[in-house]
């Protein structure tokens, strides 16, 4: 089913040329295109790959995809969060914050990032704060990193 989450993979056509018929004056005729087979069940996977992905979601990354309407969107989707929440941990920065709101801060976007498939260990966690505290902390960080 990894086919389903690959953007770069397309379902079949979903119409296919019918065979041209021949009348009784042996002119072809035109006739409708034929739905493809081969797409509807291609959408039929498609649709229960998607309902078992976002069964498996947690509630917030959940609502945040609803309107997706394929694997591969949703896929993407859970990518872009994921990407926009590492770059917010990685981007992040104590400022006129205190201490304690800092760590808060930090602590909450683990959480989301815990929710969006990608648990931080404590140790990165901490590695994440320290590395982001101004001067004044160097004392902490040292004692911390010894």
């Known amino acids: 089913m990894e086919k389903f989450i690959d953007p770069e993979e397309k379902p079949p056509e979903k119409f296919i040329a ?10 072809a005729t035109d ?6 087979l081969e797409f509807k069940k291609w959408v039929a996977q498609d649709q229960q790959v998607l309902s078992y992905l976002l069964g498996s979601l947690s509630r917030e990354i959940g609502s945040q995809i609803t309107t997706v309407t394929t694997v591969a969107e949703a896929w993407m989707a859970i990518q ?3 990407a926009s ?5 990685a981007t992040a920065s104590k400022g006129a ?4 709101e800092f760590f808060t801060k930090m602590k909450a976007l683990g959480y989301e990032m815990a929710s969006a498939g990608r648990k931080l260990e404590d140790e990165e966690l901490i590695s994440y704060i320290l ?8 004392l902490v960080v040292t004692l911390v990193a010894a």
């Open 18 to 27: 019918p065979k041209a018929k021949v009348d009784d004056d042996k002119e």
């Open 31 to 36: 006739a409708a295109p034929i739905l493809n």
């Open 80 to 82: 872009a969060l994921h």
């Open 85 to 89: 929440q590492s770059r917010a941990l």
């Open 97 to 100: 914050s205190s201490i304690s």
């Open 131 to 138: 590395t982001r505290l101004d001067q004044e902390y160097d």
